[in-house]
């Protein structure tokens, strides 16, 4: 009779195990390392590593790294890491077209984000961020020709109102669904003073993946321009991951702008991140 309880008690806790780790797996499937946040640690070599050391099986990266398709593909294979996207300046596609998506097949990405508008370069009107739409909505329709989606990837200054509407939002409203997509940056979002909630309540299907960090109060990591690593600042994360989950976020990319210790921050966003999408309803 003790034999069997035991070797019940064992298979019961076998399966809770397994049950665990399956669920970590998974949650892993969700989350990636934008490698823009260790871009001061070392040559490309050592940042691919941290990453894989980190815990990380997914990575968004930055154009080439100064690196070719194949030492690339090489640094990703040698870290068993898949790339999510890539971050490509939209005057880069425009110009470079060709060469850009060939390097990004070659790397086993189709998902190519525009991260930035300089500031000379920013729309100042209802009539310019329509006009900037339609590039993103022709370059997105180019780019589904060929394999690969087009996402958008927010700061603070498209959360500026025009006639009542934020920029993002005429981003959104006058591009297909087909043809872009979003990278939210809740950090950002919240910044501009806009609740990354509603966006994600108001365009389910649209938001691609979410950068996911924090921010800090002034006076609190001020040296790092205030950002703090998820679930460690100010943002609330109870309501934003399962806002996010009920949207179709497909990716939670963890970022830190300007970190004093990457390996801290990344790790600790990691941890943090895991266990809020582990402890999420399914």
């Known amino acids: 009779m003790l034999a069997r309880l035991l070797i019940s008690s064992c298979l019961v806790a076998s399966a809770a195990l397994c ?16 490698m823009y946040t260790l871009r001061n640690v070392g040559p490309a070599e050592k940042q691919f590593a941290m990453a894989h050391e980190a815990g990380f099986k997914h990575v968004e990266i930055v154009g080439t790294h100064d690196l070719s398709a194949k030492q690339l593909s090489a ?32 790397v086993g990405n189709r998902t190519i984000i525009v991260p930035w508008i300089e500031p ?3 729309p100042d009107s209802t009539q310019g961020w329509i006009d900037y739409a339609q590039r993103l909505d022709a370059m997105g329709a180019r780019l589904r020709h060929d394999g690969i989606q087009l996402g958008y990837h927010n700061h603070n200054f498209e959360m500026k109102k025009y006639a009542g509407i934020t920029a993002l939002e005429i981003i959104l409203n006058h591009t297909s669904r087909d043809n ?9 979002v919240s910044r501009g003073g806009q609740d990354p909630v509603r966006f994600l309540r108001a365009y389910p299907g649209r938001i691609y993946a979410i950068h996911a960090k924090d921010n800090a109060s002034i006076g609190i990591r001020d040296d790092e321009m205030n950002f703090a690593p998820l679930g460690e600042g100010l943002l609330d994360w109870s309501a934003i991951l399962p ?3 009920a949207s179709g976020v497909k990716w939670f990319i963890i970022e830190h702008d300007k970190p004093k210790d990457a390996w801290s921050i990344i790790t600790t966003s990691l941890r943090n991140l895991r266990i809020a999408l582990q402890t999420l309803p399914h």
């Open 19 to 34: 049950s665990f780790s399956a669920a970590a797996a998974e949650v892993d499937n969700e989350i990636a390392l934008q």
């Open 75 to 106: 640094l990703l294979e040698e870290n068993h890491l898949t790339v999510t996207s890539s971050h490509v300046q939209l005057a880069a596609l425009e110009n470079d077209y060709a060469q850009t998506v060939a390097f990004n097949k070659s």
């Open 120 to 122: 000379e370069d920013r």
């Open 180 to 188: 872009l997509k979003l990278e939210m940056d809740a950090a950002w």
């Open 243 to 245: 806002a996010a989950k």
